[in-house]
C-alpha cells in the first residue's frame, strides 16, 4: 500500500506492516480537552473506545474485523488494508469535527 493508494489521514498514520494498522499519537493533544470535559484522558485507549462506536454505528461490517491495541499514547488498530481505509476515514471525520468526536464520546464506554 503507498501513500497515493489512499487518502491523506493526517494526523492518523496508515501502516503497511505485515498486518495495516491505523495509528494515532502525535494528534492527540490537541484534542485533549474535549475527552477531559468528558472526565477521559484523550489516549489511546479513549481513542478506541470512540472508534468502537464508529464500528458499531458507521462500520458493522468490520466490527469483528478490526482489533485494538492502544497504549496511553497511542492508538493503534490492526485490520486488512480496506478496513484500515475505511476506519481512518470516520476517525478523521471525528477528528475534524468537535461535535462529530463530541457525539461519538457520548455513546462511548471507556475502554
Known amino acids: ?9 493526517e494526523p492518523f498514520v496508515l501502516t503497511k506492516a505485515t498486518q495495516p494498522s491505523l495509528l494515532l499519537s502525535r494528534g492527540m493533544a490537541p484534542k485533549v480537552p474535549i475527552f477531559e ?7 489511546g485507549h479513549d481513542w ?5 462506536v464508529i464500528l ?3 462500520l458493522p461490517d468490520l466490527v469483528d474485523v478490526v482489533k485494538f491495541d492502544p497504549e496511553a499514547s ?4 490492526h485490520g486488512p ?5 475505511r476506519l481512518g476515514a470516520e476517525m478523521l471525520r ?3 469535527d468537535d461535535d462529530v468526536l463530541r457525539d461519538f464520546l457520548s ?5
Do not use: C, K, Q
Not at 497511542?74 to 488498530?77: D, E, G, K, L, N
Open 1 to 9: 500500500m503507498t501513500s497515493s493508494e489512499h487518502p491523506n489521514l
Open 37 to 43: 470535559a468528558r472526565g477521559w484522558l484523550g489516549g
Open 48 to 52: 478506541a473506545s470512540v472508534a468502537r
Open 56 to 58: 458499531f454505528e458507521r
Open 74 to 77: 497511542m492508538f493503534a488498530a
Open 81 to 85: 488494508p480496506e478496513a484500515m481505509l
Open 94 to 96: 471525528a477528528y475534524n
Open 107 to 111: 455513546r462511548a464506554e471507556i475502554d
